[in-house]
């Protein structure tokens, strides 16, 4: 009892190793898929629980309560990520997204017909369209087989 107390005592906040070393239900962030980069898990406040470990492969709880299969040799750091707040800041003006290097949006449908293909037309504009005109709603996309 002892020793496994010892074992779960070595691990900390930040704690980066593979996710067969790691104990159960632990808290975890900033996961990789096998390979080296971390891609998954990643936002501000966010976290994933690892619920199982079999032979080769584990199960992991995301934050959209979607359950992945990971391979077991994959990478995770224990803890949440910080800054848990960072959807709830209020910009407040202009200025300070310019300050940020970004730069104003200008919706398409406020725009000439020439400079976007929503653009034109009083109360709304047009409908929906790809970047070469054709229409993005109500246009059948499957392809029915003869």
């Known amino acids: 009892m002892l020793a496994c107390q010892q074992k779960i005592n070595d691990f900390y906040l930040g704690y980066r190793s593979q996710i ?3 104990p159960f239900c632990f808290l975890i962030s900033n996961l990789s898929k096998g390979s080296g980069f971390s891609s998954l898990v990643r936002s501000a406040g966010t976290f994933a629980q690892l619920i199982q ?14 359950v992945i ?6 990478y995770a750091t224990i803890g949440i990520n910080s800054n848990i707040q960072a959807n709830q800041v ?11 290097n970004i730069r104003p ?13 929503h653009g034109g037309r009083s109360n709304g504009g047009g ?13 059948k996309t499957k392809k029915v087989k003869k």
């Open 69 to 74: 299969i990971l391979p077991i040799s994959s």
């Open 90 to 100: 209020v910009i407040g003006k202009a200025g300070r997204n310019r300050l940020k």
């Open 105 to 117: 949006t200008v919706r398409g449908i406020a725009m000439n017909p020439v400079d976007h293909p």
């Open 127 to 139: 409908h929906p369209k790809t970047p070469w005109g054709i229409n993005t709603r109500g246009k």
């Open 53 to 66: 470990k079999k032979n080769n492969f584990c199960k992991v709880r995301l934050p959209s309560n979607q």
């Open 20 to 22: 067969s070393k790691l």
